[in-house]
């Protein structure tokens, strides 16, 4: 017996067949670190797992008793498996448990079976098993093993069987208790076999307090009291699943019902305040059903599907099978709370969920590597069926660029992306699959796919797949060799092979020769690094599928291009080309001198030639290019100009982006930033004329709400006196109005925003739900030591009826006028221009490129540059804007007679906020008490417009004692007004951070990345290369090469471009002012 045995000599207590001695019934557990004798033999084939392909489970039965009171679980899992080899051990996944009692019987169908005399049961933590073995070999056959385990609900992290809660209407918190398995989770709440291609079925049995109700996969088969108070739930028998998609919920949440066509019953729970504006998400999951149902031919696998939001939770939505589970903001959407960006999101998220009834749940990867085959798949699948069910935006095109695509390439355009199919060699890389590779640039695969097959032959190949393969395992092959066999005419197997097999994706260069034929070749595209040597298995060519636009035609029909270099003739003569319609392919091009400037002509004389969708990917193409320095910075901005004429939401978006890129790489450089709002207000002006005389009803068109918030939103930042007139209008017109809705602006500033734009998809990697987890007195004291005599009147109203960030009443006073504060005070940094060479006017020759000053690190006080908005400047509005911006909490616009679009009304506070050190502390006390995710976001953007560095600290300090969406969030923010000041807060503070997240399935890469990416000298970046030499990345060195590539494509830029840039719109702000005059 060794010093690590953990339990020894524990009598099993169980009906032992025959009449073996007390000896025989001992069992000696032991933990043990060593490695798994199993896999030793296995060392040269890759990963798959650590389980022998032997043994597989064929049932479960598992019963739980969960104990809400005390936080703490107890059950027994009773496997079924089958051994088709001789073997002297049965492993078991096992993480966390205590393990008390282990039986192991051969099954009988007709009888009791055989007791199976066990001689030891090692606990191996290395390898996450729990290893059985018996006093003889155990030969082929199917045999029975019984586990009792204890455990408690995990309270600090957001897998696993862990705790949440919820809020009802009358401010109580309710216990409840949920579940999140994938990948490979599953093991730490009961004993399993945890891979994906061990499918088996399951029922389970749930022991409970009666005032709560239990929820899993299968539906409700009983529910019988066993004692008083307490109550059992059996669940139907499931089909045949993985582990990872297997759910247990309990909680007291109410519910609202639908059906579906075929008779599923749909449910989505949630409090009973939240449910009253749920309906619309459940319509939607009930539509996207009948959808899916009736395009892939497969019926809906399941008897029932609920809907259950999970306010703690580490990602965006979970596709367990038969039970969705997804962020609060998600299943309970509330039009009249979230942003119309919100909205858009949450559409797809829950058609992506659902889509995964199919793909992944009814056939499932065999091993991770094929995470494609879920992933992917319904990352195109979410957008399809959201555009059969929504009329009112373009999913399938616009929605899956501006998104999806877009930032996928930003991704893969780096030396560090990886292969669509890549093997994971630990758990950790295992997590790392779950990225923009797998979700963006692999559903954007399958979209490039269905556009080359055309509709009926995807369709019919998609079907084929699923009927083959439905309740097994499969893999890309499988689903390549459908889709191959429906399309004939095509190399389909090639081109998937070249676009999965090896990283990275190609630019297509273009130039016409003549009127009739172009020359198109091919190359790889990088953002850095263009001569880096690695292997590819097609030496880093593709198959180009290849269509085009001209000036006397448009063609659709795909044909494919092999070579490094081909000749194209065109059916009808042309002036000018523009490749890849609708950016429905993936890859960028680009065009000759000539060839950019005749489309730029074209635009300017009239866009709407190029669908929305090619619009933005011209825009894009040009900023690839840019940054990969393939052409000059002028060259995009002047071709931006056509968009004096533009009018729509996607191409807004990237072009807003691409201006807050320009302003934090220049940043800091005042008069610059003065120029860039010149050359801004001039671009949007004639669109946003236009998009103020809407009404600003959350019941319009989404694509009209998209568009008037980004231009609106973008008009207050750039100070254009039509977005202040009508922000200051729709104030006094409806002050009085009791429509809720006007809360919060889901992105406050986005000239600050950085271009890799972190949309609202990312919300599988952080959720913004504060957990008011502070008492308000310890609070007040945090950052101003304000005494609680000072927080009162106003200030003390909003800490205790607050629910949004505005709470005031008709009777409560408005805030005075903010004074301009004395720059001594420290709240209001006294203005230096570091930046000299930027921001004065340019010389007639440019002078040469100097780097940026660096940061002094070990001064954080010298972090005095001037932000982008002159508070003092903003102080001159006039009183009248801002007394009636205080005092909004829900209004309507006058002409609507609806509810407003949440968000439209908020940078006013922003303003306010930035010079007033009292109603900045104000806000900071609010946050403990709100229950809008919305509100919580926004409330940080305006926190972290400050200079004051010791404010910013302390904001990071607290929310580092919150939640995990409060720190993200805080980090997030912070790093796009200072970044140094949140790299070095968070090395300081890295080994709380790696407590928390050095593990976490996504986190960890996340925050890494956030905390780098915004630096931008070579003293920063040898700084995070030291850092990580010495910290162990954990799960988050994707996170860190990103960063590090990312912080060298900072300084390459300002080297390259910075000079040009300041030039450009220096000439552009002359040329602006003639023009006026």
């Known amino acids: 017996m060794t010093s690590w045995m953990v339990w020894s000599l524990l009598v099993v207590m169980c009906r032992a067949a025959g009449g073996e001695s007390a000896e025989d019934q001992v069992v000696e557990f032991e933990d043990s670190n060593d490695t798994d004798p199993f896999v030793d033999d296995f060392e040269d084939i890759p990963y798959r797992g650590n389980i022998p392909s032997f043994i597989s489970p064929l049932h479960y039965g598992i019963v739980l008793k969960a104990n809400l009171r005390d936080w703490v679980y107890s059950g027994r899992t009773h496997v079924l498996i089958n051994i088709t080899e001789p073997c002297d051990q049965v492993p078991i996944h096992s993480a966390g448990l205590n393990i008390s009692d282990v039986f192991m019987a051969t099954y009988e169908p007709e009888g009791r079976g055989r007791r199976v005399p066990i001689m030891q049961v090692v606990e191996d933590k290395n390898q996450e098993l729990l290893r059985i073995y018996p006093r003889r070999i155990l030969y082929s056959g199917v045999y029975q093993l019984f586990i009792d385990f204890k455990n408690e609900f995990v309270s600090d992290l957001f897998w696993g069987f862990y705790q949440s809660s919820w809020t009802d209407e009358k401010g109580w918190k309710n216990k409840m208790v949920t579940t999140q ?85 749909v449910k989505l729970y949630g409090s009973h305040e939240k449910l009253q504006t749920s309906r619309r998400m459940l319509d939607t999951t009930i539509k996207t059903i009948d959808f899916l149902e009736e395009y892939f031919g497969v019926e809906y696998p399941m008897s029932k ?36 960006q919100w909205e858009l999101q949450a559409r797809v998220i829950m058609a992506h969920e659902v889509a995964h009834m199919w793909f992944g749940d009814l056939v499932t ?22 555009d059969a069910i929504f009329d009112d935006f373009n999913f399938s095109d616009e929605y899956m660029v501006t998104y999806e695509l877009i930032r996928g390439m930003d991704k893969d355009s780096s030396v560090n992306s990886r292969p669509a199919i890549a093997n994971p060699e630990s758990q950790d890389e295992i997590m790392n699959l779950f990225d923009e590779i797998t979700y963006q640039r692999g559903g954007n695969l399958f979209r490039m796919i269905y556009h080359i097959m055309g509709p009926a032959p995807f369709k019919a190949a998609i079907h084929n797949y699923l009927s083959e393969n439905a309740f097994n395992t499969a893999q890309m092959t499988d689903l390549t060799q459908n889709l191959q066999d429906e399309a004939p005419e095509y190399d389909l197997k090639s081109l998937i092979e070249r676009y999965t097999l090896q990283k990275n994706f190609p630019v297509v260069h273009v130039k016409m020769l003549n009127r009739t034929h172009i020359l198109v070749t091919q190359e790889r595209f990088l953002f850095t690094n263009k001569e880096a040597v690695d292997d590819s298995p097609y030496n880093y060519t593709w198959h180009i599928p290849f269509t085009y636009t001209t000036d006397a035609e448009r063609v659709d029909k795909v044909q494919i291009l092999t070579e490094r270099e081909n000749i194209v003739e065109l059916s009808k003569p042309a002036t000018w080309i523009k490749v890849n319609n609708d950016f429905r392919m993936y890859y960028i091009t680009n065009y000759d001198l000539v060839g950019w400037k005749k489309l730029y002509h074209q635009l300017v004389e009239d866009h709407t030639v190029f669908t929305t969708t090619d619009r933005i990917q011209l825009l894009s193409d040009l900023l690839n290019l840019v940054t990969a320095d393939k052409l000059d910075i002028t060259f995009p901005l002047q071709f931006l100009t056509y968009m004096k004429k533009e009018t729509e939401f996607g191409p807004w978006k990237l072009a807003t982006e691409h201006w807050n890129h320009l302003i934090n790489r220049m940043s800091p450089a005042e008069k610059f930033a003065a120029k860039v709002k010149i050359y801004a207000r001039d671009l949007m002006d004639e669109a946003l004329k236009e998009v103020v005389k809407l009404n600003t009803s959350y019941n319009k068109p989404i694509k009209e709400r998209l568009l008037q918030f980004v231009l609106v939103d973008t008009g207050m930042t750039v100070d254009h006196p039509v977005a202040h007139e009508f922000i200051d209008k729709l104030g006094e017109l409806s002050r009085d109005g009791t429509a809720p809705g006007i809360r919060t602006l889901v992105r406050t500033d986005p000239l600050r925003r950085k271009r890799f734009n972190l949309n609202l998809l990312d919300i599988n990697l952080h959720s913004y739900h504060w957990e008011g987890r502070h008492n308000k007195g310890p609070q007040k004291q945090l950052l101003f030591n304000i005494s609680d005599e000072e927080v009162t009147g106003p200030t003390q109203e909003m800490i205790t009826k607050s629910s949004g960030i505005f709470p005031f009443n008709d009777t409560t006073p408005p805030y005075p006028n903010p004074q301009p504060l004395d720059p001594d005070s420290g709240w209001i940094p006294e203005e230096k221009n570091t930046e000299e060479s930027i921001d004065s006017e340019p010389a007639t020759k440019p002078g040469p490129a ?192 990103a960063g590090l590539e990312q912080i060298a494509e900072n300084i390459r830029w300002k080297k390259n471009h910075r000079h040009k840039c300041r030039n450009f719109f220096f000439t552009y702000a002359r040329k602006h002012a003639k023009g006026k005059n």
């Not at 599907?305 to 589970?325: C, H, K, Q, S, Y």
């Not at 990867?365 to 957008?383: A, C, G, H, Q, R």
């Open 181 to 265: 398995f994938s990948p490979y989770w599953a093991r730490h709440a009961w004993p399993c076999y945890d891979e994906p291609k061990y499918k088996a079925t399951f029922k389970f049995f749930v022991d409970h307090e009666s005032q709560y109700y239990a929820l899993s996969n299968g539906a409700q088969e009983s529910r019988e009291p066993i004692r008083s108070g307490w109550v059992r739930t059996t669940f139907e028998r499931t089909p045949e699943m993985s582990t990872y998609i297997t759910a247990m919920i309990i909680t007291n949440y109410r519910d609202i019902k639908g059906t579906t066509k075929s008779g599923i019953p």
């Open 305 to 340: 599907l609920d809907v259950v939001p999970v306010r703690r939770f580490g990602v965006a939505a979970m596709e367990n099978w038969g039970l969705i589970t997804a962020r609060e903001d998600i299943a309970n959407f509330d039009p009249t709370v979230h942003s119309a």
């Open 365 to 386: 990867p065999k091993w991770w590597d094929n995470i494609i085959l879920k992933e992917s798949t319904v990352s195109w699948f979410m957008v399809f069926a959201a």
């Open 850 to 1041: 100097t780097d940026m000053i660096s940061f002094d690190w070990d001064n954080m006080s010298d972090l005095t540059s001037p932000s982008f908005q002159d508070p003092l400047e903003r102080e001159k509005r006039s009183s009248n804007n801002r007394r009636h911006s205080s005092r909004r909490r829900s209004q309507q616009h006058a002409t609507s007679g609806e509810g407003t679009e949440p968000g439209i009304v908020y940078l006013q506070k922003l303003r306010r906020a930035k010079t007033d050190k009292k109603y900045w502390t104000e806000l900071l006390h609010t946050l403990p008490s709100m229950k809008n995710p919305d509100d919580i976001r926004d409330t940080y953007w305006i926190l972290c417009d400050t200079n004051n560095v010791t404010a910013l600290k302390a904001l990071l300090e607290n929310s580092l004692q919150g939640s995990e969406d409060t720190q993200q969030e805080a980090l997030d923010i912070i790093s796009k007004t200072k970044p140094e000041v949140v790299w070095k807060f968070f090395k300081k503070n890295y080994d709380r951070y790696y407590q928390l997240y050095g593990k976490s399935q996504f986190t960890m890469a996340y925050l890494i990345q956030i905390v780098t990416e915004m630096l931008n000298t070579s003293d920063m970046k040898n700084d995070v290369k030291s850092f990580f030499k010495s910290n162990d990345p954990g799960t988050g060195e994707p996170g860190m090469m």
